[in-house]
């Protein structure tokens, strides 16, 4: 029982800190003046005080047990002017205060606070990269609309494997392992099969945290990465939008109040809908004929419509709901479509006495896949999930505390057919249940900062309860450099329909539940259906000036217990081959590895210019119980620079470039060619007069061979031109791979074809934003 009290005591502790005492709190949300839209990572801080504070993903802000007193409130982030204001701190009393902020360049110097930089100080962001809007605009885009899925390749520990197919590894950690929300909701395939594009509309996004590895207890049910990606609300003061064209597709953006959004009074709603589409699959016939004569087979359309909800003092609701749906088309060979979709809404709400933020949230979500070759039977998978969440935020001084509760469920469904005919998958779909809980402690006494937290992640339909307790730490060394540390251990019952074998699969599906795998590996009983992973990671940060900032972490990941499909499988696991090797007959295996590495970057962003520098090396090795193996993700070295330059007196032109070089990928070799018969009739088969198919020899996984490098350049030139008080024209030319350099895709083992990746290829576009 004192197990359990000792926790107990200590939460009433911390929470009796919060009211009896000669301090009172204030808090509110910080928004832009003129759209309603709440401005994120904004420094609010009391003038001549250490009180201070970054606002959160939603504008949201709490200083909290300040002494009793009157105070100067500032906020200042760049591109808006400066604003300060009297307040009066009392007792026991919370302070609802909202600003706002109005574009311009009248800030004063003095007080001038870079909110990332405090931000680094004052939080721990070991493994995480934040991506807003307006970095995304900085790198070169395909077509007229910056992307996601571009940016993604450009972080530090990310290895992107090609522009037709290619899938994101984050420093060792295959696409299951990625998990992937939008607005809390789970986002099971975020990027389209060309590569080049994700699902999301890069204008609805508000802010983009990627965690790298060794993230915090909020988040579970993956091992390797997560990116938690905030949409913004609509437009609170007037209708706006956005049209667009260019060689790839077109997009449409409406936004607009249906309550508008007024100073003294900010409850408001307002509504966001962003559809877009690629025609590539036709305009490439005539376009980029000269890459294939029948076009680039892809074609996708993406669906997401949201409404918000705000109150007067701050609480507020969103409701969404998107669809997207992806295909490709090879004729008289394969043809494969996919189709994303899901709804859910969250909460905010703002306690008028107490500070304490309360988030709960819901969400379904559903994805289908199918794929058909011309000569073998569809492969086909599905999965359906739903979330509750609750969440509660205390905020307690300079420290905080939050704990949550969280159900998951899901329902999945299998279908594939290995290279011999010999079905992996199941008969019916399974369903499975999930429950946990997470506590964290954020403290900071100026220079340390430390952030323990706890999970316990029970998944129900197995029987099995995971403890997982996690860190994050920080310490500032002096006001220009800090160290840094996270770790912690990381459970997931999903695993991936699809072998991570293979270079290049389309295909992309899901399992979850028990799987058929074998009693013991390496000596070691398999008691769990689970993966399992251990994070470490170091580093530290250093402000070479005030807007050069350079950042080393090192990091490994040990994966004890890894689920993979099973490309070896020849066998039906029956009675009848009890004495098979389980190697041979089991639809999934247990695998081990490790992944290890340093990732640098370097950041210079000040007025007109923007310089991102990120060099990688990394190592990701295998084990199967027989060989031990480099993945064909396996990249050792990947550099990425990009520059963005913004020209002219009006400061309407646009600039940017990105040069990006990685190492070869490993590949297995051909050692020659037989016939392949597939005993169709069992042992009454006649081999002699059967035909059979051509069989390939390759080398054993663990000899294999390293690709060419891989390097390219890509830049976007852009103009901008203002046609009204709130529109904007802006066309844009775009090249990828500007010196066409002959990146290597995959070899045909056959013919001894050389496949090579998108070439030489000019796109341009037009946009108009109102």
Excluded: C
Aim: glycine share 8%; charged share 20%; aromatic share 14%.
């Amino acid at each position: 029982m004192r197990k359990f009290l000792v926790p107990l005591s200590f939460f009433f502790v911390l929470l009796a800190q919060t009211g009896h005492s000669q301090t009172g709190n204030i808090r509110g949300y910080v928004y832009d003046k003129e759209t309603g839209e709440a401005i994120i990572f904004t420094s609010v801080y009391l003038k001549g005080t250490t009180y201070g504070v970054s606002t959160d993903v939603n504008g949201f802000y709490s200083l909290s047990k300040i002494p009793v007193g009157d105070y100067t409130l500032m906020v200042t982030y760049i591109g808006y002017d400066t604003i300060q204001m009297a307040v009066s701190i009392e007792r026991d009393k919370i302070v609802n205060q909202n600003l706002y902020l109005e574009s311009g360049a009248v800030q004063l110097q003095e007080f001038v606070v870079s909110a990332e930089r405090q931000e680094m100080k004052t939080e721990v962001r070991t493994s995480l990269i934040k991506i807003t809007p307006k970095q995304l605009t900085k790198i070169p885009s395909i077509g007229t609309e910056p992307d996601l899925a571009q940016y993604l390749q450009i972080l530090p520990g990310v290895i992107f494997t090609g522009d037709q197919g290619g899938q994101l590894y984050i420093r060792g950690g295959s696409p299951i392992q990625n998990k992937v929300l939008l607005d809390g909701l789970v986002v099971f395939n975020p990027f389209h099969s060309i590569g080049l594009f994700s699902v999301f509309d890069s204008d609805i996004i508000r802010n983009a945290d990627v965690h790298t590895g060794g993230f915090s207890a909020e988040y579970g049910g993956r091992i390797s990465s997560v990116m938690d990606i905030t949409t913004r609300d609509g437009n609170k003061k007037r209708f706006a939008g956005k049209l667009s064209t260019n060689t790839f597709g077109s997009k449409i953006l409406l936004e607009g109040p249906l309550s508008k959004f007024k100073e003294e009074n900010s409850g408001s709603a307002s509504y966001i809908i962003s559809a877009k589409t690629s025609y590539l699959d036709k305009s490439s016939k005539s376009l980029y004929n000269y890459i294939d004569e029948n076009g680039l087979p892809y074609s996708f359309t993406d669906l997401y419509a949201k409404l918000s909800i705000n109150s007067d003092y701050g609480s507020k609701i969103n409701l969404f709901g998107f669809n997207f749906t992806d295909r490709v088309n090879y004729k008289q060979v394969s043809d494969l479509h996919w189709n994303s979709s899901g709804f859910g809404g969250n909460i905010i709400l703002v306690p008028g006495g107490s500070p304490v933020l309360i988030k709960t949230s819901f969400s379904y979500s559903q994805y289908d896949i199918t794929f058909q070759e011309i000569t073998k039977d569809p492969s086909t998978s599905m999965i359906n999930s739903y979330r509750l969440g609750l969440d509660f935020i205390y905020f307690l001084g300079n420290n905080e505390f939050d704990y949550g509760i969280e159900t998951m469920g899901s329902t999945t469904g299998f279908e594939f057919y290995n290279s011999i005919g010999r079905k992996i998958g199941r008969d019916e779909p399974e369903s499975t249940t999930e429950l946990a809980g997470y506590v964290k402690y954020k403290f900071s006494n100026g220079r340390l900062l430390l952030e323990p937290s706890f999970r316990l992640q029970y998944y129900a339909s197995l029987g099995i309860a995971s403890p997982e307790p996690r860190l994050g730490a920080k310490y500032n060394l002096n006001d220009r450099l800090r160290l840094k540390l996270a770790g912690g251990l990381f459970t997931q019952n999903l695993v991936s329909a699809v072998s991570e074998r293979d270079v290049v699969n389309l295909f992309y599906g899901f399992l979850s539940g028990k799987y058929n795998l074998q009693d013991e590996f390496e000596g070691t009983e398999i008691t769990q259906d689970l993966q399992k992973s251990q994070h470490l990671i170091m580093g530290f940060e250093y402000d070479l000036n005030h807007h050069l900032m350079l950042q080393i972490e090192g990091y490994y990941k040990k994966d004890p217990q890894l689920i993979v499909l099973n490309r070896n499988k020849i066998y039906d696991d029956t009675r009848s081959n009890s004495e098979k090797d389980d190697y041979f007959k089991k639809d999934f295996i247990i695998e081990q590895g490790d992944a290890y590495g340093v990732d640098l970057l370097l950041k210079y962003d000040f007025k007109r210019t923007y310089v991102w520098f990120v060099y990688s090396l990394g190592k990701v090795t295998r084990n199967d119980g027989v060989y031990d193996y480099a993945p064909h993700f396996d990249r050792r070295h990947n550099l990425n620079l990009v520059a963005s330059q913004v020209m002219g007196k009006d400061l309407d032109w646009e600039l940017s470039a990105r040069w990006n070089l990685g190492s070869g990928f490993p590949t297995r070799q051909n050692q020659g060619f037989y016939e392949s018969l597939p005993f169709i009739d069992g042992i009454t088969s006649d081999y002699t007069t059967d035909n059979g198919q051509l069989g390939i020899l390759y080398t054993d996984i663990d000899q294999k061979t390293r690709l060419p490098y891989y390097h390219r350049l890509d830049i976007t030139l852009k103009k901008l031109f203002y046609v009204g008080e709130n529109s904007e024209l802006q066309t844009l030319i775009s090249i990828t791979n500007v010196y066409n350099r002959e990146n290597i895709f995959y070899v045909d083992r056959v013919t001894n074809q050389r496949i090579n990746q998108l070439p030489f290829m000019p796109s341009v576009g037009l946009s108009l934003t109102f």
